[in-house]
C-alpha cells in the first residue's frame, strides 16, 4: 500500500513568488491536512480537506490556501511568499470517518526555500 | 485553543537505558493523544497513541500513560537502541475540532551505544 507522497520533495523560491506543493494521500483515504513545519514554531495547522471542502483552518494568513479534488489529492498555494514561509510542508491523511478518523498518516514533506 | 507543552527538549540515554517523555495539554475535550517519531529528511511517523478513555497502551519497547485529570500523558520507552534515536512529537486533538492535531514542541532524542 502506497503512502502518502509529496512532490515536489524540494524547491527554491524568491520572495513575492507562489509556490503550489501536491499530495497525494494513501488509497481510501478521503481527510487531508496540511501543516508547517518551523525550527521555530514547530509543527503548526494550516488546514483540512474532506470532500472537497475546507473542514478547519488553522491561524494562518489568507496567502495560505489548499485546495482538493475529487479523488482526494490536494494542493497547497503559497501567494507573494516571504522569508518565513521557508518550511517543511507536510500533508497528512486519515480515514476520516470510523474508528481511523483520527489517525494521520504524514508524508515525508515538500521543503521550501525563500530566498 | 489547545495548547501542548513537551519536555524535555533534548535527552540522552544510554543504550538499554529507559527514556521518558512528558506532555501537557491544557483543553479537557482533547480525547486523542497521539506520539510520532520523526527521523532526519522523513516526515513524522506514528509509533503508538491512546484515547481518552484508556490510562495505559504498551506496545513492545513503548508504552504511553494517559492521566486526564491532571491533563498529561507520557511515553516510555523501555531498552532503548540507537534506532530509537529521533525527534519524537506527542499531540493532542479533540474529536469534535475535526483533525486538527495540536503538537508540543519535540524532545530530540540521542541513544548513545
Known amino acids: 500500500k502506497a503512502g502518502v507522497t509529496q512532490t515536489p520533495r524540494y524547491l527554491i523560491k524568491t520572495r513575492g513568488q507562489q509556490v503550489t506543493l501536491s499530495c497525494s494521500p494513501i488509497s481510501g483515504h478521503r481527510s487531508v491536512s496540511w501543516y508547517q513545519q518551523t525550527p521555530g514554531q514547530g509543527l503548526q495547522f494550516l488546514f483540512e480537506?474532506?470532500?472537497?471542502?475546507?473542514?478547519n483552518k488553522g491561524n494562518f494568513p489568507g496567502r495560505f490556501s489548499g485546495r482538493q479534488f475529487s479523488n482526494s489529492r490536494s494542493e497547497m498555494n503559497v501567494s507573494t511568499l516571504e522569508l518565513g514561509d521557508s518550511a517543511l510542508y507536510l500533508c497528512?491523511?486519515?480515514?476520516?470517518?470510523?474508528?481511523?478518523?483520527?489517525?494521520?498518516?504524514f508524508g515525508a514533506g515538500s521543503r521550501l526555500t525563500v530566498l | 485553543g489547545e495548547n501542548v507543552e513537551q519536555h524535555p527538549s533534548t535527552l540522552s540515554v544510554q543504550e538499554g537505558d529507559s527514556a521518558v517523555i512528558k506532555c501537557t495539554y491544557s483543553d479537557s475535550a482533547s480525547n486523542y493523544f497521539p506520539w510520532y517519531k520523526q527521523e532526519l529528511g522523513k516526515g513524522p511517523q506514528l509509533i503508538i497513541d491512546i484515547r481518552s478513555n484508556v490510562g495505559e497502551k504498551k506496545d513492545q519497547r513503548i508504552a504511553v500513560t494517559l492521566n486526564k485529570t491532571a491533563k498529561h500523558f507520557s511515553l516510555h520507552i523501555t531498552e532503548t537502541q540507537p534506532e530509537d534515536s529521533a525527534v519524537y512529537f506527542c499531540?493532542?486533538?479533540?474529536?469534535?475540532?475535526?483533525?486538527?492535531?495540536?503538537f508540543g514542541g519535540g524532545t530530540r532524542v540521542l541513544v548513545k551505544p
Open positions: 499531540a493532542a486533538l479533540s474529536w469534535a475540532a475535526g483533525n486538527k492535531l495540536t
Open positions: 480537506y474532506f470532500s472537497e471542502t475546507q473542514r
Open positions: 497528512a491523511s486519515s480515514l476520516a470517518t470510523g474508528a481511523g478518523a483520527n489517525v494521520l498518516t
